[in-house]
């Protein structure tokens, strides 16, 4: 059989015309700051080839008035579909070694008075980026005592929102992680061979809540970390200054941010200085 023979039928079955594909990625980037460049059309096509099928749909354009018409259930699901989940346990770990070292002693320094911390992962995905940091607060602060410590975790994804709560991964998941690291923090699951459930010490740092950064934001902070890595790569310039404006109104002078090592802030906005690699202080 030819590979591509599913494939041509379903391009036949349903088509994305110019104006379909703009009317969409006007509509995601209205909705979650994302910008789709015009070499994205075969990857917004591969994800909603599904929702057509499984809505009923006939065509692309049935799907367009479904999702303008701003039917909350679906705009969450074409939200779901074309975010990208790429993440793993100490992705970029120069950022967890400066947590662990310079910056936690910092502010167990800043906040002895007020013994409290509060960190926020904007972008958790399926959990290993707040889980890690979660490991390294246990490690780092454990000889602090009724430290209120709290560690918000989100993501504009509600699907991977959920599976990060569950705390349940592979053992292809922890690969490189140490053994003395991973045996104390993962757990067998008990009927499940080679899954492994996060230590009930960590989750007990994190809430997870589905957020859009684009929403209003519940929380009032401040927080005195923020890790927002590997996210406004897929905003535009004018997205990006909108978005760490208003994080910069969450964080006192001082406090530190976190960005992925394939952005930067440069000509974004005045209210971080850059400190180490991908590292920033609020100013």
């Not at 909705?31 to 059309?41: E, F, H, N, P, V």
């Not at 591969?46 to 099928?53: A, C, S, T, Y």
């Not at 979660?134 to 959920?162: G, K, Q």
């Amino acid at each position: 059989m030819n590979p591509n023979s599913s494939a041509t039928a379903a391009q036949r079955e349903f088509l994305l015309t110019d104006d379909e594909f703009n009317r969409l990625r006007e509509l995601v980037h209205r909705y979650t700051g994302i910008s789709l460049s015009d070499g994205k059309r075969e990857l917004v096509y591969g994800r909603l080839i599904k929702r057509l099928r499984t809505l009923g749909l006939r065509s692309f354009a049935e799907y367009c008035r479904l999702v303008e018409s701003e039917h909350p259930e679906e705009l969450q699901e074409l939200t779901n579909a074309i975010t990208t989940n790429l993440t793993a346990f100490f992705r970029e770990d120069h950022h967890f070694q400066q947590l662990a070292g310079e910056v936690l002693a910092e502010r167990e320094q800043n906040n002895a008075a007020s013994r409290r911390l509060r960190l926020w992962s904007s972008a958790c995905s399926t959990g290993e980026e707040p889980y890690s940091i979660a490991m390294v607060l246990r490690e780092a602060l454990a000889h602090l005592r009724n430290w209120d410590v709290r560690l918000l975790a989100t993501d504009i994804d509600s699907n991977v929102v959920a599976k990060a709560a569950q705390g349940n991964y592979n053992a292809d998941r922890l690969k490189g992680m140490p053994v003395a690291r991973r045996q104390r923090w993962f757990k067998p699951t008990t009927g499940r061979s080679k899954v492994f459930s996060i230590a009930s010490e960590l989750k007990q740092l994190i809430t997870f809540k589905q957020l859009n950064l684009f929403d209003p934001w519940p929380m009032r902070g401040p927080f005195d970390v923020i890790f927002c890595r590997n996210v406004v790569i897929y905003f535009d310039k004018p997205t990006q200054r909108k978005l760490f404006e208003r994080m910069a109104e969450l964080q006192e002078p001082g406090a530190w941010l976190f960005i992925g090592h394939s952005e930067n802030l440069q000509n974004v906005t005045q209210r971080y200085r850059l400190v180490g690699r991908t590292a920033y202080r609020r100013i």
